[in-house]
């Protein structure tokens, strides 16, 4: 079975400051995709950044980056010069080939970004 | 030009009812799913459709039916609705079922049992 951890429920930060949001993953499978999604208020789930387990470049999406420590099983969001419009719920989640491409989320992050 | 859409957006019904949710992806993708979020934001895969035939089927309760008349349509029929079915239901779509294909989701149906 594979599961995700988000350990942080909520966190603030000023606009224009940066906020990292922590995740760790448990899979048995070597080859696997991490993402992280945004939920804003209007609930639409919108993709933010995906990295492939068999790169070790981290990847980066303008202000969004990704730190992942694949021995270590942790995939965290770098979210810099933050936006008032990033206020949201942010979900991590894994897909690997063996669970039949579905998606295992973690529990979510509330980000409020304070102006 | 919506990409994945579901109808209705929002539902309110009483326990014991049947109703449908339905979904839809101009995309032309081949692989559909439903996920559910409970009260506490918690999102789980419920099934999961490959070219109109069911590939993954969660431990959900049989009172939930998924339908895929063609490739780009996956809907979701709920007998005897309980009050623990009150959740959002999302239908996203996928090129393939491949973990390598981001997965596009709907706007969501929140279903409020009474």
């Known amino acids: 079975a594979q599961t995700v951890t988000q350990s942080q429920p909520e966190m603030s930060v000023q606009e224009a400051e940066t906020v990292t949001l922590s995740c760790t993953y448990d899979t048995s499978e070597s080859n696997y995709y991490l993402f992280w999604y945004k939920q804003p208020p209007s609930r639409q789930m919108i993709l933010v950044i995906r990295q492939e387990a068999y790169k070790q470049q981290n990847a980066t999406e303008n202000r969004f980056s990704v730190n992942f420590q694949k021995a270590a099983k942790s995939f965290s969001l770098k979210i810099s010069d933050s936006q008032l419009g990033d206020t949201a719920m942010y979900f991590c989640a894994l897909d690997t080939k063996a669970a039949g491409n579905k998606l295992t989320f973690g529990g979510g992050t509330r980000v409020l970004v304070k102006p | 030009d919506t990409a994945v859409s579901q109808t209705p957006k929002y539902l309110v019904t009483q326990m014991g009812n049947d109703k449908s949710i339905k979904c839809e992806q101009n995309?032309?993708?081949?692989?559909m799913y439903w996920y559910k979020q409970d009260s506490k934001k918690f999102l789980k895969i419920m099934f999961s459709?490959?070219?109109?035939?069911?590939?993954i089927n969660e431990t959900v309760p049989n009172r939930f039916s998924p339908k895929s008349p063609d490739k780009a349509h996956l809907n979701l029929h709920i007998n005897s609705l309980e009050l623990g079915d009150s959740a959002v239901y999302f239908c996203a779509s996928s090129p393939m079922s491949s973990s390598s294909y981001e997965q596009y989701f709907g706007p969501g149906t929140r279903l409020t049992v009474t």
């Open positions: 995309l032309g993708h081949d692989t």
């Open positions: 459709y490959n070219n109109k035939e069911l590939i």
